[in-house]
């Protein structure tokens, strides 16, 4: 292989996952809130798992639901990793798929299982550990800017998908409200609220913003942490639109606002700059 060629070569490899600017982080958001919206819809409106027919078919909406996204996240994962190079629509795509299936997935670990939100967060929060203990361990850096090939692209969709559904555990738990003072009630709910949900989430993503542009602590530990917070300040304005004025949501139709989600995405695809990440070796590469 020519020098010419390999150079072509690394470029393709380095530029399927986008750089992570502000609009990345904007955008991730707003599939996090489609992906809350969107897998709710599926469960809990289509197969009826939150209304009073739900077990009757014998199907669990929660884990008919993940079967759908996950089937769908599989498609698109595997399309993303035999693309040559960066396309922001199968990027994105994909990324919504492991939102969604993520949300259902939660749901059903938290809920069906019967282990709670906070049972389903420290497990969810071991399976995000182990994959990118896992990741380091096999491949040396769970860096984003080092995905260069297959096997750092499917750590990097396993990873994610885990994180998506550790984050919707974490915003349900947040907002869940709790009957006292208790250990086990604390346990049951964070009792924040929707919106007092997203403001707390929101808070901690700033603050994280802050230690990456005065510190120097770890970019890519601040990135993981901030990837994982993303999904709860979803998962929390995602519930904050449909759940009903009773519980403090504005009782927005699951579709329609599912709906209006998703064209915000595409118009800010559109809009926003959308560039490939790069690998820090490759301008010495090239």
């Known amino acids: 292989m020519t020098q010419p060629e390999r150079t072509s070569l690394t470029h393709e490899l380095l530029s399927k996952v986008p750089a992570v600017t502000l609009g990345f982080w904007i955008i991730k958001i707003l599939c996090t809130t489609l992906g809350e919206t969107g897998g709710d819809t599926v469960s809990m409106t289509w197969l009826g798992e939150t209304t009073e027919k739900a077990g009757q078919s014998g199907i669990n909406g929660y ?7 996950g089937v769908l996240l599989v498609v698109l994962a595997f399309l993303q990793i035999r693309a040559r190079r960066f396309n922001p629509w199968l990027y ?6 492991s939102t ?3 949300t259902t997935l939660a749901d059903f670990t938290t809920r069906s299982l019967g282990i709670g939100y906070w049972g389903g967060s420290l497990l969810l929060l071991g399976l995000v550990l182990a994959s990118l203990f896992t990741w380091k361990r096999v491949l040396g ?5 080092s995905i260069t090939g297959p096997r750092q692209e499917i750590f990097y969709w396993v990873t994610i998908t885990f994180s998506q559904t550790l984050g919707t555990a974490l915003g349900d738990w947040a907002a869940e409200d709790r009957n006292g003072t208790a250990l086990r009630d604390w346990m049951a ?15 901690a993503l700033a603050v994280l913003a802050g230690l990456f542009y005065f510190t120097r602590i770890s970019r890519v530990a601040l990135f993981w942490m901030a990837f994982i917070l993303t999904r709860p300040l979803g998962a929390t304005v995602g519930d904050f639109f449909d759940k009903p004025h009773a519980q403090g949501g504005l009782e ?6 599912s709906l209006i989600l998703a064209a915000a995405v595409v118009l800010l695809i559109l809009v926003l700059p959308q560039r490939a990440g790069r690998h820090p070796g490759a301008e010495a590469k090239a």
């Open 189 to 203: 709910g964070g009792g924040l609220g929707y919106a007092g949900g997203a403001i707390a989430f929101g808070t």
């Open 92 to 97: 994105w795509a994909t990324i919504i798929a």
């Open 63 to 69: 884990l008919a639901g993940t079967a759908i996204f």
């Open 141 to 145: 850096s769970v860096d984003v800017n």
């Open 100 to 102: 969604t299936a993520g």
């Open 252 to 257: 927005i139709s699951r579709p329609i606002a």
